[in-house]
């Protein structure tokens, strides 16, 4: 009996290792998601990293480096000319390395044109910005529509070897959800992505904004990236391990009172640096929202010392009846 063509068995595939952009954060052939609330400094994030790629410099807070590569940046939202090119030049991007399409895209950005032209091109690196609008007509709450559409993305991802990152706006429901049903449209769109990326603001650093990794399906989730928004630019300030769940404001009320225990001990005496209250919050399972709500109970003050952030002492008068 002749055997069917269409089938393929696990010892005729020969392995392949995952290959990287950005280890763990952006793999090669892959889709990631960047979102964030609008005006958060997502769009800036990732043009630092098209800077670096374009150059091939050592990505933030690590050992490895791409060749330099040609990528394709396109927005919805920025125009090219007064906005997305000052920041490149700013940023010390290689220009020649980036293209973007003449005028407003009226297709979705999976049109086979457009996947004919970045692999004629020989970009490695596809950025849309935001997604919701390439879907063309595509109903973006739809999963039946969103799933066959990302399908569609993820394979030509796959065959071309290109990173393929879609940034989105987060929905405005902050109520302990998780961060990845905060994404806009079918949880779909989530699904097909093999890594999430967040942007927000940072809540141990009012100054700076922090980059929390919220799904990795190849690769451990990397420690969080914090940043400052400088001149349109980006300062790399370092590594944090607050994740996602630290936000989520899904705590008890014995955590509240864990936390402010916590800082009534640490500053009955002495102010102390935000970070290593908030460190000492994380190993004794203490999340950030809970952090911050025992911070305001007990009407512990924030102060900044030369460049580091700290939580002023407490005075007696300051804080009410402990829980």
């Known amino acids: 009996m002749e055997e069917n063509t269409d089938f393929i068995k696990f010892s005729e595939i020969q392995p392949t290792e995952v290959s990287w952009l950005y280890y763990p954060y952006i793999a090669k052939g892959k889709i990631t998601i960047l979102c964030g609330d609008p005006g958060v400094g997502k769009t800036t994030f990732i043009l630092s990293l098209i800077a670096k790629l374009t150059n091939g410099e050592y990505m933030p807070f690590t050992h490895n480096k791409n060749e330099p590569m040609k990528i394709l940046f396109q927005s919805a939202e920025d125009d090219n000319a007064d906005t997305t090119l000052p920041r490149l030049i700013n940023m010390g991007a290689a220009l020649d390395m980036i293209s973007s399409f003449k005028g407003k895209m009226k297709f979705s950005c999976f049109d086979e044109n457009l996947k004919q032209e970045i692999v004629k091109q020989n970009i490695k690196l596809i950025v849309f910005d935001p997604l919701q609008a390439f879907l063309g007509d595509v109903n973006i709450s739809s999963a039946n529509e969103v799933r066959s559409v990302m399908q569609n993305l993820t394979d030509f991802a796959e065959k071309s070897g290109c990173a393929v990152v879609l940034i989105g706006h987060l929905?405005?429901?902050?109520?302990?959800?998780?961060?990845?049903?905060r994404s806009l449209g079918s949880i779909?769109?989530?699904?097909?992505?093999?890594?999430?990326?967040?942007?927000?603001?940072?809540?141990?650093?009012?100054?700076?904004k922090i980059m929390i990794q919220i799904k990795n399906n190849l690769a451990p989730c990397g420690k969080s990236i914090v940043f400052a928004l400088e001149n349109g630019s980006v300062k790399w300030i370092g590594l944090s391990d607050i994740k996602a769940t630290d936000l989520s404001g899904n705590n008890t009320v014995t955590d509240f009172k864990n936390a402010?225990?916590?800082?009534?001990?640490?500053?009955?005496?002495?102010?102390?640096?935000?970070?290593?209250?908030?460190?000492?919050?994380?190993?004794?399972?203490?999340?950030?929202?809970?952090?911050?709500?025992?911070?305001?109970?007990?009407?512990?003050?924030?102060?900044?010392?030369?460049?580091?952030?700290y939580y002023k002492k407490i005075e007696s008068s300051e804080s009410g009846d402990k829980p």
Do not use: H
């Open 171 to 181: 929905n405005k429901n902050t109520n302990g959800m998780n961060a990845l049903y």
């Open 188 to 208: 779909d769109i989530v699904a097909a992505a093999r890594s999430v990326l967040m942007v927000t603001a940072n809540p141990d650093d009012p100054e700076t």
């Open 260 to 309: 402010c225990d916590l800082l009534t001990e640490i500053l009955q005496n002495d102010d102390a640096p935000s970070k290593e209250i908030f460190d000492l919050a994380i190993r004794n399972g203490i999340g950030m929202t809970t952090l911050k709500k025992a911070k305001s109970y007990l009407g512990v003050q924030s102060v900044k010392k030369g460049k580091t952030w």
